[in-house]
């Protein structure tokens, strides 16, 4: 019982990092790519200028969060 409580606890912290380095990552690129999108004459507060930022961030976030997800898996088999 308490092995499979904790399996749960770290499960839910390993879920919380995922999200957290998801959203951290995506939001650190797009405050790289708003000027460079401002150049272009996207507007990088609203409408596509975010839109791109934050599509090209959430790619770049995937893989950590994958990495992240396998080693979940691993440690609550």
């Known amino acids: 019982m308490n092995a499979r409580a904790g ?4 499960s839910g ?15 650190l690129v797009a405050e790289k790519l708003a000027p460079s999108l401002a150049a ?7 409408g596509e200028g ?12 995937v893989y950590p969060v994958l990495w ?3 080693l979940r898996r691993r440690w609550t088999r």
Request: hydrophobic content about 60%; glycine content about 12%.
């Open 50 to 61: 975010f839109l791109i930022a934050w599509g090209l961030g959430a790619v770049i976030a």
């Open 40 to 46: 272009r004459g996207y507007n990088p507060k609203i």
């Open 13 to 27: 912290l390993l879920l919380w990092l995922e999200a957290a380095i998801g959203v951290v990552i995506t939001s």
């Open 68 to 70: 992240i997800d396998r």
């Open 7 to 10: 399996g749960c606890l770290l």
